[in-house]
C-alpha cells in the first residue's frame, strides 16, 4: 500500500473521529467505519484481501445495528455481506491472478436482464417507500438494491461492479449530506462517504487495468 494512500486512511480516520467526539457520537458505532477504511484501500486496488477483512467487518456491523436496534440491517450483515464477503475471498482465490482474480465481462443479454429486474424491483420498493411517506425512499431504496447486486457481482468477479459501485457510492453521499441536514451526528458517515467513492474510483481504475492485462495475455 502505497505512503500516498496510508496518509489518506489516517487523515480520514482522524476526521471522523473528531466528528464523532464533536457530535457525541458512541465511539462503539465508529469502529466499523475504521475498520472500512482499510477494507476499502484494499478494495480500490482490487485486492482480494479486502472481502476477507470485510467479512471480519460485517461481524462488527451486526454487534452494531444490534447495538442501535435496527435488526433488519444487522440480520443483512449477518446473513448476506458476512457469507458473500468470504465466499468472494476463497472465490477470488482460486481464481487468482497477482492479488487479485480473473475478471471477466458480462454479456449484453445479462446487462439486460440485470438492468430491468433492478428497475422493476427499484420502483416497487421506492413506490411502497413513498406510500409510508419515507424522506429517503428514492436515494435508500436505490441504495439498497445495489448493496445486494454488487456484492454477488464482485463475487463472480464481472467487471461491471465497479461501474455501479461508483454510482452507489454518489448516491451514498448525496443520501447522507439529506440525512446531515437531518442530523448532524451522521457526519461521520458522510465523511466516510467521501473517502469510499475515492477508493472506488480507484478499484474501477485497478479492475480496468487488471483486466486489460489478462485481455493481453490470452491473445499472445
Known amino acids: 500500500m ?30 466499523p467505519l475504521f475498520v472500512s477504511l482499510f477494507v476499502m484501500a484494499f478494495q480500490s486496488e482490487a485486492n482480494r484481501v479486502g472481502p476477507l477483512i470485510g467479512s471480519i467487518n460485517s461481524l462488527i456491523y451486526t454487534a452494531a445495528y444490534i447495538y442501535m436496534g435496527v435488526y433488519a440491517s444487522a440480520a443483512s450483515a449477518i446473513l448476506f455481506s458476512f457469507p458473500v464477503q468470504l465466499m468472494t475471498f476463497f472465490r477470488w482465490k482460486k481464481n487468482a491472478y497477482k492479488k487479485t482474480a480473473i475478471f471477466r465481462k458480462m454479456t449484453t443479454k445479462m446487462r439486460i436482464v440485470w438492468s430491468v429486474a433492478f428497475l422493476v424491483v427499484w420502483t416497487i420498493m421506492a413506490a411502497v417507500f413513498m406510500h409510508f411517506d419515507y424522506e429517503y425512499a428514492i436515494l435508500d431504496s436505490c441504495s439498497f438494491i445495489f448493496g445486494f447486486v454488487i456484492p454477488v457481482l464482485t463475487m463472480l468477479a464481472y467487471i461491471e461492479y465497479t461501474y455501479l459501485w461508483i454510482i452507489q457510492c454518489i448516491v451514498g453521499v448525496f443520501l447522507n449530506i439529506q440525512m446531515v441536514i437531518n442530523d448532524y451526528k451522521e457526519t461521520t458517515y458522510l465523511i466516510y462517504g467521501v473517502y469510499a467513492l475515492y477508493c472506488v474510483i480507484g478499484a474501477f481504475i485497478s479492475v480496468q487495468k487488471f483486466y486489460k492485462e489478462q485481455q493481453e495475455m490470452l491473445v499472445s
Not at 15 to 28: D, N, P, R, T, Y
Request: with cysteine; glycine share 6%.
Open 2 to 31: 502505497k505512503n500516498s494512500k496510508i496518509i489518506i486512511i489516517v487523515a480520514t480516520g482522524i476526521a471522523i473521529l473528531v466528528a464523532g467526539i464533536v457530535c457525541k457520537q458512541e465511539i462503539f458505532l465508529m469502529i
